[in-house]
């Protein structure tokens, strides 16, 4: 079973409008965290934001804001006023507990993100 | 600031040829870890390890072996190469004493089986 989803493959946004990436987690962990990253056509990994399960507000970074609803499941990114440049793939990703005691961090299918002039 | 290197950024290998993808880091992170990306498939973990002389299992770990003999190192082997490893590899590292706990990544090493 798919322990992170994205089910927007592909994503379209006007340039300077808002645009929600959808991510839903799988965890039975109270204690998890959950972080956003960009991949531009370079293929480089770009961290974003990060919010951890205990935090109470959503988190935010300039023009990133995560929406956390954790009784759902979901951690949606929300980019404001979108950019040119924001066009790249998204990955969410989820820092969990192994049954070992130990963490690992497993990410999703990813979304194509096209902001249009 | 080095980061995370990888080594080779390219690769081509002939089916049954063996490899191994060199991971570097130089930001004493006790957690490393080995992705590979394919098309729709998003980053698919291999193996991972929380410090030296401990390593375990991620989603895809079949035909892979790795060792983490150091902190800094972590070795990613491909002993029998198959066309089904064609794909690109990302080395991951992270620490949790630094919040909040972000995976920095090398830039990636494109590996075709032939």
């Known amino acids: 079973a798919q322990k992170i989803t994205q089910t927007q493959p592909g994503m379209f946004v006007q340039e300077k409008e808002a645009v929600t990436l959808d991510c839903t987690y799988d965890?039975?962990?109270?204690?998890?965290?959950l972080f956003w990253y960009k991949q531009p056509s370079s293929g480089e990994m770009i961290f974003l934001i990060y919010?951890?399960?205990?935090?109470?507000q959503n988190a935010t970074e300039g023009r990133y804001s995560l929406n956390f609803q954790k009784a759902r499941k979901s951690a949606n990114l929300v980019i404001s006023a979108s950019q040119l440049g924001d066009s790249a793939m998204y990955f969410c990703?989820?820092?969990?507990?192994?049954?070992?005691?130990?963490?690992?961090?497993?990410f999703g299918t990813g979304t194509r993100l096209k902001v249009l002039a | 600031n080095a980061g995370v290197t990888q080594t080779p950024k390219f690769q081509v290998l002939k089916t049954g040829q063996s490899m191994t993808l060199q991971c570097a880091q130089d930001?004493?992170?006790?957690?490393m870890s080995w992705y590979r990306q394919d098309p729709g498939m998003g980053l698919r973990l291999i193996h991972y390890?929380?410090?030296?002389?401990?390593?375990d299992q991620g989603e895809v770990p079949n035909g892979y072996n790795v060792s983490r003999s150091t902190t800094e190192d972590f070795p990613l082997r491909l002993l029998s190469a198959a066309p089904s490893q064609t794909s690109v590899y990302f080395c991951?590292?992270?620490?949790?004493?630094?919040?909040?706990?972000?995976?920095?990544f090398g830039e990636g090493s494109r590996l075709t089986v032939l």
């Open positions: 930001m004493n992170h006790e957690y």
């Open positions: 390890s929380v410090g030296a002389g401990i390593t």
């Open positions: 919010q951890g399960s205990y935090d109470e």
């Open positions: 965890t039975s962990d109270q204690s998890y965290g």
């Open positions: 990703a989820m820092r969990e507990v192994t049954t070992s005691g130990t963490y690992k961090y497993i």
């Open positions: 991951a590292s992270s620490s949790r004493d630094r919040l909040p706990g972000e995976l920095f």
